[in-house]
């Protein structure tokens, strides 16, 4: 017994250790760094799992069209008993079965063949073969045209391949560009913190030389009011972290329920990721590269252009032959019965004929045809304004870069020649000459120095980055490969 008691008291207190260390797993958060934070969007972020359901939808599509031109075949079967009788004559039964299996075929250049059999079953079987070949000589002859919609889903499988691509370039730049957003909103803390701790040893220091003698009492007022500024500026970048935090999450694709804390970031080891194309480069580049301009070039020589062609071919004439031929379906009994009823010779039809269909002032055709026209006219001068428009956003994403380089340059220098001004400042300030106001001011400048660095720093990456997506190398640059099943 005392064994027993002993087994589940340990037993007791081991359950008791895996659910406290399950609970404090729960309670820690999820440390995620930049890297991390891709691989989880490119994975989780709703719009990437959209556009991967739509090549789904659009891969099966083409396989549909494709399956137009494979061999469809056909079952039908029936049973029927009748029993009848009318006054003064005996009741009578009959019955009848027959099953109808045939296949059909359309090809290429719009032949369309279907082979069909019955198998007349009453009191005699009588079955039979037919065969009946169309062929299209005028409307709706070529490849051009019965290929249309299978070309139309070969296009828009590409177009919807291209879509996840551009979806997860879109993704990993949204991610990206909202982990810099809290690496600033964090740096942003710690210079108020710094400005903070600058403006409480202030305080004191004024303190001490109120109590000697040496400064009058309303300069502490304005040093404490230094202090409450610089608390509230800490509050309201704590605050636009929290906000920063729940927009990174949204852009990863994750519940922001979920306790995640992100981890720094180095920012001079990111930009060194980032390679600069000379500008020329990047204009060749976004062209081969740009989504939309691929999509826009498909579109114009793929569908835009069938719907051309087929306008035109609706308004021709149609002339079709039709040639059919069947052996068997006869009725009764002797030649007309059985199996060898088919193949006897002595039940045969076989026929050949051409119809024609000439359209007259068919003006919907017409109408057609000039919308077709004009719809391509269209989208050409679309495509050409669009390059225009890609080269302008590559020249402009290039030059962003440029001046953002040298902005940051300018900005360090400022810092560090700032950082020196607000030193000399309080030693100014520790032996008397100056008071705690130009101190203040001093302060302020540093501080504003220290955002302004910050901000150059940020906006310069997010320059690099945004011509990263913009030639085409977001992906590359993070070794993202775009798969599809």
């Given at each position: 017994?005392?064994?027993?008691?002993?087994?589940?008291?340990v037993?007791?207190?081991?359950?008791?250790?895996?659910?406290?260390?399950?609970?404090?797993?729960?309670?820690?958060?999820?440390?995620?760094?930049?890297?991390?934070?891709?691989?989880i969007?490119?994975?989780?972020?709703?719009n990437?799992?959209?556009?991967?359901?739509?090549?789904?939808?659009?891969?099966?599509?083409?396989?549909?069209?494709?399956?137009?031109?494979?061999?469809?075949?056909?079952?039908q079967?029936?049973?029927?008993?009748?029993?009848?009788?009318?006054?003064?004559?005996?009741?009578?039964?009959?019955?009848?079965?027959?099953?109808?299996?045939?296949?059909?075929?359309?090809?290429?250049?719009?032949?369309?063949?279907?082979?069909?059999?019955?198998?007349?079953?009453?009191?005699?079987?009588?079955?039979?073969?037919?065969t009946?070949?169309?062929?299209?000589?005028?409307?709706?002859?070529?490849?051009?045209?019965?290929?249309?919609?299978?070309?139309?889903?070969?296009?828009?499988?590409?177009?919807?391949?291209?879509?996840?691509?551009?979806?997860?370039?879109?993704?990993?730049?949204?991610?990206?560009?909202?982990?810099?957003?809290?690496?600033?909103?964090?740096?942003?803390?710690?210079?108020?913190e710094?400005?903070?701790?600058?403006?409480?040893?202030?305080?004191?220091?004024?303190?001490?030389?109120?109590?000697?003698?040496?400064?009058?009492?309303?300069?502490l007022?304005?040093?404490?009011?230094?202090?409450?500024?610089?608390?509230?500026t800490?509050?309201?970048?704590?605050?636009?972290?929290?906000?920063?935090?729940?927009?990174?999450?949204?852009?990863?694709g994750?519940?922001?329920?979920?306790?995640?804390?992100?981890?720094?970031?180095?920012?001079?080891?990111?930009?060194k990721?980032?390679?600069l194309?000379?500008?020329?480069?990047?204009?060749?580049?976004?062209?081969?590269?740009?989504?939309?301009?691929?999509?826009?070039?498909?579109?114009?020589?793929?569908?835009?252009?069938?719907?051309?062609?087929?306008?035109?071919?609706?308004?021709?004439?149609?002339?079709?032959?039709?040639?059919?031929?069947a052996?068997?379906?006869?009725s009764?009994?002797?030649?007309?019965?059985?199996?060898?009823?088919?193949?006897?010779?002595?039940?045969?039809?076989?026929?050949?004929?051409?119809?024609?269909?000439?359209?007259?002032?068919?003006?919907?055709?017409?109408?057609?045809?000039?919308?077709a026209?004009?719809?391509?006219?269209?989208?050409?001068?679309a495509?050409?304004?669009?390059?225009?428009?890609?080269?302008?956003?590559?020249?402009?994403?290039?030059?962003?870069?440029?001046?953002?380089?040298?902005?940051l340059?300018?900005?360090?220098?400022?810092?560090?020649?700032?950082?020196k001004?607000?030193?000399?400042s309080?030693?100014?300030?520790?032996?008397?000459?100056?008071?705690?106001?130009?101190?203040?001011?001093?302060?302020?400048?540093?501080?504003?120095?220290?955002?302004?660095?910050?901000?150059?720093q940020?906006?310069?990456?997010?320059?690099?980055?945004?011509?990263?997506?913009?030639?085409?190398?977001?992906?590359?640059?993070?070794?993202?490969?775009?798969?599809?099943?």
């Amino acid at each position: 017994m005392v064994r027993i008691k002993i087994f589940f008291c340990v037993a007791f207190v081991f359950f008791l250790l895996i659910g406290n260390g399950r609970t404090q797993d729960v309670l820690n958060p999820i440390n995620l760094s930049l890297t991390e934070a891709i691989l989880i969007a490119i994975r989780d972020n709703p719009n990437v799992q959209t556009t991967q359901l739509n090549y789904v939808l659009q891969k099966f599509n083409l396989f549909v069209q494709e399956w137009q031109f494979y061999p469809h075949y056909s079952l039908q079967a029936s049973a029927t008993l009748n029993r009848s009788g009318s006054p003064g004559q005996s009741i009578s039964n009959s019955h009848s079965y027959n099953m109808q299996p045939g296949v059909s075929i359309l090809t290429p250049i719009g032949t369309q063949i279907a082979l069909n059999a019955a198998n007349a079953k009453t009191s005699h079987y009588n079955p039979n073969i037919s065969t009946q070949i169309t062929q299209p000589l005028m409307r709706g002859f070529g490849r051009a045209i019965v290929e249309a919609a299978l070309k139309n889903a070969m296009d828009a499988e590409v177009i919807a391949r291209l879509n996840i691509e551009d979806t997860l370039r879109t993704t990993v730049t949204d991610v990206i560009n909202a982990y810099l957003d809290i690496v600033a909103a964090n740096e942003a803390i710690r210079i108020d913190e710094k400005a903070l701790e600058r403006a409480m040893t202030s305080v004191k220091q004024t303190k001490l030389y109120i109590k000697a003698g040496h400064k009058a009492g309303n300069e502490l007022v304005t040093v404490k009011a230094n202090v409450a500024s610089a608390k509230s500026t800490l509050e309201n970048d704590k605050n636009n972290l929290t906000q920063r935090q729940y927009a990174l999450l949204t852009a990863i694709g994750i519940d922001p329920n979920q306790d995640i804390h992100f981890v720094g970031l180095n920012v001079r080891e990111l930009i060194k990721k980032y390679h600069l194309p000379s500008l020329n480069e990047a204009k060749k580049l976004i062209l081969a590269n740009n989504i939309s301009y691929q999509t826009a070039q498909i579109t114009l020589n793929g569908s835009t252009t069938r719907s051309l062609v087929t306008a035109i071919d609706n308004t021709r004439w149609q002339l079709n032959l039709t040639a059919n031929a069947a052996t068997g379906n006869g009725s009764g009994g002797g030649q007309s019965a059985g199996i060898d009823s088919i193949f006897n010779g002595a039940n045969q039809n076989q026929s050949i004929g051409l119809q024609l269909q000439i359209p007259i002032d068919d003006q919907i055709s017409k109408q057609a045809v000039l919308n077709a026209q004009v719809a391509l006219k269209q989208a050409k001068i679309a495509l050409k304004k669009q390059k225009w428009d890609i080269e302008t956003n590559a020249i402009n994403g290039w030059n962003n870069v440029v001046s953002a380089e040298r902005a940051l340059r300018f900005a360090e220098n400022a810092e560090k020649l700032q950082e020196k001004t607000y030193q000399i400042s309080y030693q100014k300030y520790l032996h008397g000459l100056i008071d705690s106001l130009e101190l203040q001011t001093a302060q302020v400048q540093l501080i504003q120095e220290q955002q302004v660095l910050l901000a150059n720093q940020i906006a310069y990456l997010k320059s690099l980055v945004n011509l990263d997506l913009l030639i085409g190398h977001t992906l590359k640059t993070w070794g993202v490969t775009v798969r599809v099943v």
